[in-house]
């Protein structure tokens, strides 16, 4: 008979405590498995990581904004060449700045119309004054460019018109200048005038005389305008500004008696005491009986000598045969004798005669006895030169 085995003893395995010591439940199986978290790969030792795509695009465009910009800044800074003797340019009435800049580009100044048509556009150019331009190196195309803008090109021409001359001679001065642009030639007047869009009938006394600077190859039309407004300025401020009881209608009374003033003296401290006899003339009713208005008078015939044949011949402009004033002025009085024939030195003298000394200057008489003295003195001084 065998002996009893004894019983197996099975030892069970300690259920998961936490640290606490309570027991944590164990998770029912639902059947789904279990994934692995994953993990970012670690990039090997020789890779680079790549940058932003965002960035480089960004960079890239500054970059070519910049590229773009020192560009424009060198192509607008750099000299031109323009040659030892400059460049000339020429604009015409009517051009405007996209005509001027094509002749340009054409010409080979400017090589990048657009550049150049934008700077104009940005610099908000002022109007563009026609006028011969010399452009001379070391010149940038900004330079030139801005020179173009504000005029500092322009070619300019001093024209000096002596006062005392009268319209003929001034027309002749004109035609005479080459640096002027010619239209008038053969022109008559009165067709000048129509030119002019004036409505005078005469074109003497006018002009102002004085010394103006004008454009190189301005024309004959532009400068004749120019020295009309002028002298309509000169009058109309004398005009305001008149001495009381002038024996004027209107101004252009005023400007035949200050032509004649312009006339009798070149001495301009003479001028008020010159306009005061013609003007106390006219107050008594007297002729002006002045010698400038007879040669006037005579015209292209007048030889340098006045005769007593030439005193008696009537014309408009004789004022030994006529009372009052011419139909016009007789010359081109300057803005002194205006304002001296407007605000005139009247006293008793009633005549003048020259010194004969050389000064240019006249001695004046309150009577017709005092005046064959100062002639008589007048011829002695004669004889003695």
């Known amino acids: 008979m065998s002996e009893p085995t004894a019983p197996k003893k099975t030892t069970k395995k300690p259920s998961a405590t936490s640290k606490t010591g309570i027991k944590k439940p164990r998770a029912k199986a639902t059947g789904a498995t279990r994934v692995k978290p994953k993990t970012k790969p670690t990039p090997k030792s020789n890779e680079v990581p790549h940058p932003n795509k965002k960035v480089v695009l960004v960079l890239s465009l500054f970059l070519i904004m910049l590229m773009m910009v020192a560009w424009v800044y060198w192509s607008l800074q750099r000299q031109l060449d323009l040659g030892d003797k400059g460049y000339t340019l020429q604009v015409e009435r009517g051009q405007n700045y996209s005509q001027v ?3 340009m580009n054409q010409d080979g100044v400017i090589k990048n119309l657009f550049l150049a048509k934008l700077y104009l556009k940005v610099s908000k150019a002022k109007p563009l004054q026609m006028g011969t331009y010399l452009f001379k190196e070391p010149i940038s195309l900004v330079k030139l460019l801005s020179q173009l803008i504000n005029g500092d090109g322009l070619m300019m021409t001093k024209i000096t018109v002596i006062e005392g001359t009268n319209f003929k001679q001034l027309l002749a001065q004109l035609a005479a200048d080459e640096r002027i642009k010619h239209s008038l030639q053969d022109k008559t007047p009165q067709e000048v005038l129509q030119i002019l869009e004036l409505t005078e ?3 003497e006394g006018l002009f102002a005389p004085d010394t103006y600077i004008f454009a190189l190859n301005e024309t004959d039309v532009k400068v004749l305008k120019h020295l009309y407004a002028q002298q309509q300025k000169i009058l109309q401020q004398a005009w305001q500004t008149r001495a009381d009881n002038l024996p004027y209608k209107t101004p252009y009374e005023a400007l035949i008696m200050a032509s004649i003033v312009e006339k009798e003296t070149g001495a301009a401290v ?5 306009a005061g006899v013609f003007i106390k003339r006219l107050q008594l009713g007297m002729r002006l009986q002045t010698d400038p208005t007879v040669i006037y008078g005579i015209g292209d015939n007048y030889d340098g000598n006045i005769r007593k044949a030439d005193l008696l011949a009537y014309t408009p402009y004789n004022t030994y ?8 002025p007789i010359a081109l009085p300057s803005k002194e004798a205006i304002k001296a024939a407007l605000n005139p030195l009247i ?10 000394d050389g000064s240019g200057m006249h001695n004046f008489s309150a009577n017709l006895a005092q005046h064959n003295q100062a002639v008589a003195d007048y011829l002695q001084a004669r004889k003695g030169k």
């Open 347 to 356: 006293n008793d003298n009633i005549y003048f005669v020259a010194r004969g």
């Open 101 to 103: 800049l094509a002749k």
């Open 201 to 203: 009938t005469h074109p």
């Open 321 to 328: 045969k006529i009372n009052g004033l011419p139909p016009t």
């Open 270 to 274: 003479e001028r008020p005491q010159i």
